[in-house]
């Protein structure tokens, strides 16, 4: 059973929105940092958002401030991600990830989804 299994990624043009989710199962992760990496071609991986397991702090990776937003919602084991004015550099496979540290970019996330696909057309 995959604990964390991100949908809502696609195909979308430059300067237009998608909306990312993630559904915990196998247990609930209301007491855990949650957060977003992506991975694009021939790059690492990069921290792109996180939240802590209240929802009160947020941190932002510098590229996506003011256009990404990470929500939760712990009771029903979810979290979100919000992107708007989409460019071809967030194209990437964007993952959801947990951790019982701070939802800081150094985490540890030691809890990952599969990734989900994110395609940004120019």
């Known amino acids: 059973q995959v604990p964390l299994v991100e949908s809502g990624g696609g195909l979308v043009q430059a300067g237009g929105s998608l909306r990312l989710s993630c559904a915990a199962s196998?247990?609930?992760?209301?007491?855990?940092?949650m957060g977003w990496f992506r991975q694009a071609p021939g790059k690492e991986r990069e921290f792109v958002a996180g939240i802590s397991w209240s929802g009160g702090t947020t941190f932002y990776a510098d590229s996506v401030k003011g256009r990404f937003t990470i929500s939760r919602d712990n009771a029903k084991n979810t979290v979100t991600l919000q992107m708007n004015s989409l460019n071809a550099g967030d194209t990437a496979v964007y993952y959801c990830?947990?951790?019982?540290?701070?939802?800081?970019?150094?985490?540890?996330?030691?809890?990952w989804g599969q990734g989900t696909q994110v395609t940004v057309s120019s």
């Open positions: 196998g247990r609930t992760y209301s007491s855990y940092a």
């Open positions: 990830v947990a951790s019982l540290s701070a939802p800081t970019p150094s985490g540890p996330y030691h809890v």
